[in-house]
């Protein structure tokens, strides 16, 4: 009897097959609809624009503008005998010229408030992998992290997926505009332990992505004594902390820690990159600063997996360090990024769309929650369908970012000319308009059904509405019969 | 027995696992009884032990068996005060001062006493320099290639021509740019390949060759897992594969990765510093026949070698598993090239003339070095493996040693990296089995450093050989 003995495909591993890469949320397939169709001012005019990603293109042309007056400083020149030793340069302490420019505009950004230590900054290749590194020094697999919702998608990735670590909501709502309440950390808390799970620290976005607001230093200092209480850590990704409009309305934990003397800092470790702040995410340049010593030295050991190029270190040393140059574009970002945000905020309001009351990031806030079919996670993804059939703008929708409230979406702004983001505008009036017309007729017809009123009370009840509304809902009276 | 109680205390605590003490029976040293059992037995007693207290991170002591790191970053703290966290222990309820960390922490703070490592150190604490340094410590520890880099530093003088930002900047793909994976499957076609032609698609880009190791075990392996390794294999591997995956690593003699339906990674990371009558032969050529294995075989590259340019994070993963690539595509996100290096080096790769000729006139020098290092070690009595590739050479030093074991290589190693001030790897590092075998690496020398090593070499052998 002969069996056919079928060699068994060779398998991966269970992370590999996982889905913790949460690449199947809406959050990515608005991505995949853009790249299919992606909107050009001249060759693709109706195509979709990119909403979704929070890129920071509004100060390239000052970068430009250093890099072309200063090659020397950036590039080995003609004379090459910095290069050998550059690109030998392998060691995970990263090259000192580099760290103390980050130090250095680190301190810069939050307007000298705070002082940096070139010696506990350790770098890595973007603060995905900062974010990653120090969840895997943190915390074991299976413990968790409370992290305040709405957050960014992408750290159900980043935290997670390779490190097995868990993510426990921190509930924040509406009604106090999102901001982190003492009762929701120790709801948090509490769930976490309920769970079985360990919870090793509380990770907080400040200025918070997706909501673009700074957290006020009354809410830092609970989340701090909150944690000290718990005996856990605290990582405050600062990512955004140079695209704050108003330089004075930031608030690092840095500047807490300093005005506690560092008590009990050895908990506290930032998360920093120049992504966002730089407009320079393809260069890859984040960095963990960490006040706990045995931190810094494992995870500077474990940056061995996410080196920064030493090509980019050196050419970006010279102009972080270059104060003169700093200065003028943390100033010049700042004010380009409140004016896009101020336009944003007025064209949205214009066509009846009210937005958090924000006041840094590369996005705001929109509040769609009226203008859902049902409050709930499916009104909120089908609006946000719409929008990208429809409408053509890929938006993230709030249940990506765990929001507990339906119908908020996170809308970027800085990663297009201002030109389009008029185009995007100028289509979410014209939608809004459609919606409201449509709406009123349905809302309309359901009435008349069920009251029975005439025709001529409920126009005179929707009031200023023109003949056309009659005769649409005269149409729709007629369809639904 | 070092080396068994070595390797058992890296496995991460998640679980404890028979680790079979190769050393032990092989050499037949001790008995099975005492060589194995007994350490066995006091290291799950340890683990009951430490269990049992749940003790918080033990600081101090770690801190002061960590050997001095080049920038030492504890004592340039001293401006920011430690916390009075003890004092908060009389406030707090019944937790302890410091907060938890992973036992990762731990795990890394032990393997820092390998002798890789320790040698490493010495060297960044007191590097030789021909004019300024004469006394400092030798490199010869570590795999970088000095000899041909002034022509590539000629090539960025003349050619090099990008303006740094034009279209960089934005965010990339994470897996590279499409311009220099089809440029990197062009070298490896080259140099890797001969008959055998890259695909572009199936390559991931990653920021060196150590993380494309770990995302491969983090895709092909669960925590627990193990890998086999030809021993002696080099040292990093033991925290490059085992840290965060928490896969071991079981060094053998075999392959049957067929039969027994498993991966192969093949890191090819020296392919193209090759030198010696023997051809290279990668794996690509070998499964390019069998369909059935494809899908098992995953290449590492990378340019710290062939390239000399360890510094700019260059990596690659190749392989012919589509699910795999698709992991790593998204694993190499924490772990991507950045921008303006993938425009150099596209650039530069691109230059098929130049990287011909590169490659060609490396060769000559790699060989002329090791043939200069090896004359001088034949005079010392020292002979080496015939070797055909690679950056070092693998050294005979059992003669020197005493006793034959472990213990005599350390003490060896010992003097050579204090007395003669000679940074060269242990095998037991690399976990040879034989006792007495080194590798010296000749790369980062000049032709008349070769007369000054053997020197200082000599001074040791010479005492090894007298009676003690």
Partial sequence: MAIEIVQPSVGLSKIAVSETHGENSPYFAGWKAYDENPYHEKHNPSGVIQMGLAENQVSFDLLEEYLESNQEATSWGKNVSGFRENALFQDYHGLLAFRKAMASFMEQVRGGKAKFNPERIVLTAGATAANELLTFILANPGDALLVPTPYYPGFDRDLRWRTGVQIVPIHCESSNNFQITPEALESAYDHARSMNMKVRGVLITNPSNPLGATIQRKVLEQILDFVTRKNIHLVSDEIYSGSVFHSDEFVSIAEILESRNYKDSERCHIVYSLSKDLGLPGFRVGTVYSYNDQVVTTARRMSSFTLISSQTQFLLASMLSNKEFTEKYIKINRERLRKRYEMIVDGLKKAGIECLKGNAGLFCWMNLSPYLNEATREGELEIWKKMMEEVKLNISPGSSCRCSGAGWFRVCFANMSEETLEVALRRLHEFMDRRRNGQKTHDLSALAQVQSFSLGDICRLFGERSKDLKSDLISSLSDSR | ?468
């Fill in chain 2, 1 to 468: 027995m070092e080396d068994e109680s070595r390797e058992q205390s890296q496995s991460p605590s998640t679980g404890m696992r028979l680790i079979v003490p190769l050393q032990g029976i092989v050499q037949g040293r001790g008995g099975l009884i005492l060589g194995s059992v007994i350490p066995c037995a006091m290291f799950y007693f340890l683990q009951f032990y430490l269990k049992r207290r749940r003790s918080p991170p033990n600081l101090p002591h770690e801190q002061t068996s960590n050997p001095p790191s080049p920038t030492p970053s504890s004592s340039n703290l001293t401006e920011l005060p430690r916390s009075a966290s003890r004092s908060s222990l009389l406030l707090s309820r019944g937790s302890i001062g410091r907060p938890h960390v992973s036992s990762r922490v731990h795990s890394i703070a032990k393997s820092n006493d390998s002798p890789y490592y320790i040698g490493l150190d010495k060297v960044s604490a007191d590097p030789y320099d021909r004019l300024n340094n004469p006394n400092g410590v030798i490199q010869l520890g570590l795999a970088e290639n000095r000899l041909t880099l002034d022509l590539i530093e000629n090539w960025i003088t003349e050619r090099l021509n990008e303006s740094i930002l034009s279209g960089i900047a934005t965010y990339q793909p994470f897996d590279g740019m499409t311009e220099l994976k089809v440029a990197m499957a062009g070298l490896m076609s080259q140099v890797v390949g001969r008959t055998v032609t890259f695909d572009p698609s199936q390559i991931v880009l990653t920021s060196g060759a150590t993380p494309a190791i770990e995302i491969l075990c983090f895709a092909l392996a669960d925590p627990g897992n193990a890998f086999l390794i030809p021993a002696p294999y080099y040292p990093g591997f033991d925290r490059d594969m085992k840290w965060r995956t928490g896969v071991e690593l079981i060094p053998v003699h075999c392959h049957f990765a067929r039969e027994k339906n498993i991966h192969i990674i093949s890191d090819e990371l020296f392919a193209a510093s090759t030198f010696g009558d023997e051809e290279f032969v990668s794996m690509a050529e070998i499964i390019d026949s069998e369909d059935t294995d494809k899908d098992r075989v995953h290449i590492v590259y990378g340019l710290s070698k062939d390239l000399s340019l360890p510094g700019f994070r260059v990596g690659v993963i190749y392989s012919y598993n589509e699910n795999v690539l698709t992991v790593s595509r998204k694993m190499t996100r924490f772990s991507p090239v950045s921008a303006p290096t993938q425009r150099l080096v596209t650039s530069m790769l691109s230059d098929t003339t130049f990287i011909k000729n590169y490659t060609e006139i490396n060769r000559e020098r790699l060989r002329a070095m090791y043939d200069l290092f090896v004359e001088g070690l034949k005079e010392l009595g020292i002979s080496c493996t015939k070797s055909s590739g690679g950056l070092y050479c693998w050294c005979d030093m059992s003669g020197l040693i005493r006793p034959y074991n472990e213990k005599g290589e350390l003490d060896l190693w010992d003097k050579l990296l204090n007395v003669a001030k000679i940074n060269i790897t242990p095998g037991s590092s690399c976990h040879c089995i034989e006792p007495g075998w080194f590798r010296c690496c000749f790369t980062t020398l000049d032709e008349t450093d070769i007369p000054v090593v053997i020197e200082r070499i000599r001074l040791v052998v010479e005492t090894c050989k007298s009676p003690s």
